[in-house]
Structures are given as structure tokens and as C-alpha cells.
């Protein structure tokens, strides 16, 4: 059983709009989550994370929410560039393992 | 900036060959992983390893086993290949606790 899902395999957005990825999770012990980036042929690279402890974690245009009793986050990418066009994946960490989500393919388009 | 370096970005092999995959990182880390990637499951941890000469099995750890000898190099080791093995795998190094794990580009093994 998955204990960190996202539901949403894909996503398009448009050029300068926002991008909203969603995540949740089962698992009432996951203290701190992140955020990975994964372009074709690269391995995922990280972006941004927050801890259980913060609601709200900000970086530039990547902006990640944590509702913590709806064991849900979310990653709002704004303003999207096509650029930003990749496969994201959530993470959640609990006993020095990660457990990772499916992914979803966001694609912006010009 | 750190670099995970996987020995090879693809790989053909055949049923029942030993396989093995290396990983190399510079940065000194003290934490290190091996995970698969497949469509609609994610990454999933085979493997991962706290220090030298320790290791951890993850959530899929049969049919695979590790090696980690040195601090900077964890090698995977399929022992008799099969074709449920073919996948995208990762490697990744940590410093230590809830730091970022940085990843390799991939190897693709295609298990023939």
C-alpha cells in the first residue's frame, strides 16, 4: 500500500500560469517532506522541502503547503515556465528512509 | 557541488548473469542508496547503507544485495539477473540525517 500518493500523473498548465501539484499521505509519523525535479534522462534533483513543525515553506517562484491533518501537501510553481516542464515527485521521511510518491508529469506550454 | 556518479547510463544483460552496478560519490557523504525507478510506482528503496561496511535493506531488497567497501562507492549486485529486474536504477548519497539525497543520472538495465 502507498503510503505517499499522487494521483495525478499528469498536468499541463500555460506559460505564466500557476502549477499546483498535489500529494498526500498515510503515514501520521512522516516528519518532513520534500519536493524532487526529474528531467528525462537525469537523475531527480531536489527543490525545495519543508518540515512538519511549518505550514508554509517558500523559495523564489516555489512555494510548498503542508495540512498536516489532512496529511496533504502541495507544490505551487508560479509564475510556470516551460522550463519547469518535467516529472515532480514527492518525498516524505520518516526513520532515515524516504518514501517516495508515484510523480506527476507537469507540462507548461508556451 | 556534489557528484553521484553511476558507472554506467545503460545496460543489456541476460537471465541468470551477475550483474553489477556501481556508484561513486565525492562529497564525503556518510549515507547511501540504491533505488528503481518504474512507471506509476515511483522510486522505491532497495538498499541504503549509514557508513563503510554497513547496510540496510529498504522496501524490495530481494534478489538484490550491495556492497559498500569504501565510504565514497555502494555497489548493487543482482545476483542472477531476471527480467522483472528491468528498470531505471538510481543511486543517491546523503551527508547525513534529513539532508537533500542527491542522485545519479541512472543506469537502465535491460535484463534480455
Known amino acids: 500500500d502507498q503510503q505517499v500518493k499522487q494521483n495525478s500523473p499528469s498536468l499541463s498548465v500555460q506559460e505564466g500560469r500557476i502549477s499546483i501539484l498535489n500529494c498526500d499521505y498515510t503515514?501520521?509519523?512522516?516528519?518532513?517532506f520534500l519536493w524532487y525535479k526529474k528531467y528525462p534522462a537525469e537523475g531527480p534533483t531536489f527543490l525545495i522541502s519543508?518540515?512538519?513543525?511549518?505550514d508554509k515553506n517558500e523559495d523564489g517562484r516555489f512555494t510548498v503547503f503542508l495540512n498536516k491533518s489532512a496529511k496533504h501537501l502541495s507544490l505551487h510553481i508560479v509564475p510556470s515556465q516551460p522550463g519547469d516542464s518535467a516529472v515532480y515527485f514527492c518525498?516524505?521521511?520518516?526513520?532515515?528512509?524516504?518514501?517516495f510518491g508515484s510523480g506527476t508529469q507537469l507540462t507548461v506550454l508556451p | 557541488d556534489v557528484k553521484v556518479t553511476q558507472s554506467s547510463r545503460y545496460l543489456v544483460k541476460r537471465t541468470g548473469e551477475k550483474v553489477f552496478l556501481e556508484c561513486v560519490q565525492d562529497?564525503?557523504?556518510?549515507?547511501m542508496f540504491w533505488y528503481r525507478q518504474d512507471p506509476g510506482l515511483g522510486l522505491r528503496l532497495i538498499y541504503f547503507s549509514y557508513d563503510v561496511k554497513m547496510k540496510e535493506k529498504g522496501d524490495i531488497p530481494e534478489g538484490y544485495s550491495v556492497s559498500r567497501e569504501k565510504k565514497e562507492r555502494f555497489s548493487l549486485i543482482l545476483e542472477s539477473a531476471s527480467t522483472n529486474q528491468t528498470s531505471m536504477y538510481l543511486c543517491a548519497s546523503r551527508l547525513r540525517g534529513t539532508q537533500p539525497q542527491h542522485f545519479g543520472d541512472g543506469t537502465r538495465l535491460s535484463i534480455l
Open positions: 503515514n501520521s509519523m512522516f516528519d518532513y
Open positions: 518525498a516524505a521521511w520518516d526513520k532515515g528512509q524516504l518514501t
Open positions: 562529497m564525503d557523504h556518510e549515507n
Open positions: 519543508i518540515s512538519s513543525i511549518k
